[in-house]
């Protein structure tokens, strides 16, 4: 039977299956900034095209002007050629990339605290009463917040501690006479 509870990976199915979901939304939601965040600084940086970045045309219009060139001149759309800067891909991404990471790990550090906490707390909680209770203080029910999970834990050990708690009572009423 040991062996069969090892091989069981959802134990507990409430908790288990609201922590993946919870996973898997927030998985998604960091793939859609990531994908927003290249989207948005590719229209921003890069509004005259992808892989070049070509001057803009006042720039070269100034540049026309002062050497005394008209638009109609090879000169002039040579400038435009000369001007232009070439992008690798890692040169276009590694930027928004970098940014988008630092938000998510900024994102993720916050979601585990918070979440961690939702499950650290309500163990805490339920072992501080158990170690209580063994070095001989009175068993008090244990009692979660709402909405924290091992709320059917807590139930579990306070059923089972019932019995404990009446003999408690029986053998303190028993001392009073």
């Not at 585990?112 to 001989?136: F, N, Q």
């Not at 089972?160 to 009572?169: C, F, G, H």
């Amino acid at each position: 039977m040991r062996n069969e509870q090892r091989r069981r990976f959802i134990i507990n199915k409430s908790f288990q299956y609201s922590f993946i979901m919870r996973n898997l939304i927030f998985i998604c939601a960091a793939g859609v900034l990531v994908i927003a965040v290249i989207i948005i600084w590719n229209s921003v940086q890069f509004k005259q095209g992808f892989l070049t970045r070509l001057p803009s045309n006042e720039t070269v219009q100034a540049w026309a002007a002062e050497h005394h060139i008209t638009p109609a001149s090879a000169a002039y759309w040579q400038r435009f050629i000369e001007e232009a800067e070439l992008y690798t891909f890692f040169s276009l991404l590694w930027k928004p990339v970098a940014a988008a990471l630092a938000i998510l790990a900024v994102l993720v550090l916050i979601f585990s605290i918070m979440y961690s906490h939702a499950i650290a707390g309500p163990i805490h909680r339920i072992m501080e009463a158990l170690d209580a209770h063994s070095s001989g203080t009175p068993f008090r029910q244990i009692q979660l917040r709402k909405g924290d999970h091992f709320q059917d834990l807590a139930a579990s050990v306070n059923r089972a501690m019932m019995p404990l708690r009446s003999t408690e009572k029986k053998r303190r009423s028993s001392t009073r006479r």
